[in-house]
């Protein structure tokens, strides 16, 4: 028969797995707290209490930093799905006799994924779906990164070149890269462009930080080139319109281009890789059934198209 002390931990474990798990994903007792709308105090109890009861330190605490020591990642992989699971206990339950009638799903992508590769599977879902709460969040990069790690967001969608060790990266579709000039551009009248001839212009690219800067740099730095770049905008739309008013030419990826621009395109393949766009997910995430059917549709939308990406 259990004592009482053991009644009492056994009844308080998933509390204590929960918070544990919510500190390690928000990196702090303070974001964690406000996710569980609980105490700071009371989260610390929680840790405590599990590390009492291991026998080990879970953490280790330098300053306001938290930093799981090797007992405290063995615990993570062992808890995350468990948690993930019981907090998911209904949906799953739902998705398994082929109902999908609640429940939420967060998306984050770019501007331009938003705007161009994602609408179709977000219009198929939201009909299927009407019950289920789709959000999209607009970020990018490193903040795209940090709402993936603190799972504000089921996932993302988007272009990884370096993938950080706690994230996957899934490819679904790639598209080709291409040259966009002003109508009359100079680069426009020529018959066969080269990077060198490319490498006379200003470019306007998107911020340094997101990936495309990235390639271009590799790609002029192999054909021992320079580049320069006139202006820095976030997002096709807008770098399309400022190439139509004559303020530079851009790298772009062709998905973009839908004809009705006054614009000239010009292949760049035999330069630059072709541009792959897929599933972004932290390590270890249980992927509700949500979040499962979202990807399977996004799937499907390529795969018609002809354009799924072999992987």
């Known amino acids: ?58 953490f280790e605490r330098r300053g306001p930093v938290l930093k799981l020591t090797p007992d405290g990642e063995a615990l ?14 209904y949906s799953n339950f739902i998705a398994q006799h082929g109902r999908l009638e609640s429940g939420e799903l ?16 977000v219009r198929r879902f939201t009909k299927a779906y009407p019950g289920v709460h789709l959000r999209l969040y607009n970020v990018t990069g490193r903040d795209g990164l940090k709402m993936l790690k603190s799972d504000e967001i089921d996932f993302a969608v988007g272009s990884m070149l370096d993938v950080p060790e706690d994230i996957t990266y899934q490819p679904i579709v790639t598209f080709d890269p291409v040259l966009i000039t002003p109508v009359g551009h100079p680069l426009a009248l020529k018959k066969n462009v080269t990077l060198e001839d490319v490498s006379q212009y200003g470019l306007i690219l998107p911020p340094r930080h997101l990936s495309t800067w990235g390639v271009v740099k590799y790609v002029f730095q192999q054909h021992n080139l320079s ?30 281009l839908t004809g009705e621009e006054q614009l000239v395109r010009i292949p760049l393949s035999q330069y630059f890789p072709r541009r792959g766009y897929g599933l972004v997910l932290r390590k270890g995430k249980f992927m509700s059934p949500q979040a499962n059917r979202f990807v399977e549709m996004l799937t499907e939308v390529y795969r018609e198209k002809g354009s799924i990406m072999a992987v």
């Open 1 to 58: 028969m259990p004592t009482d002390k053991q009644a009492y931990y056994k009844n308080n474990r998933l509390k204590q797995i929960r918070a544990f798990c919510q500190v390690v994903r928000s990196g702090s007792i303070t974001q964690a707290a406000q996710k569980l709308f609980l105490s700071q105090p009371s989260i610390t109890l929680q840790i405590q209490a599990l590390e009492r009861e291991l026998n080990t330190t879970l």
């Open 227 to 256: 580049f320069k770049v006139t202006l820095e905008a976030g997002g096709w739309e807008v770098i399309k319109k400022y190439v139509e008013l004559g303020m530079g030419i851009s790298i772009v990826t062709d998905i973009c």
């Open 106 to 121: 967060n998306i984050g992508a770019g501007e331009s994924t938003i705007l161009y590769i994602l609408p179709e599977a």
């Open 76 to 89: 993570y992989v062992l808890s995350e799905p468990l948690v993930q699971g019981v907090d998911n206990l």
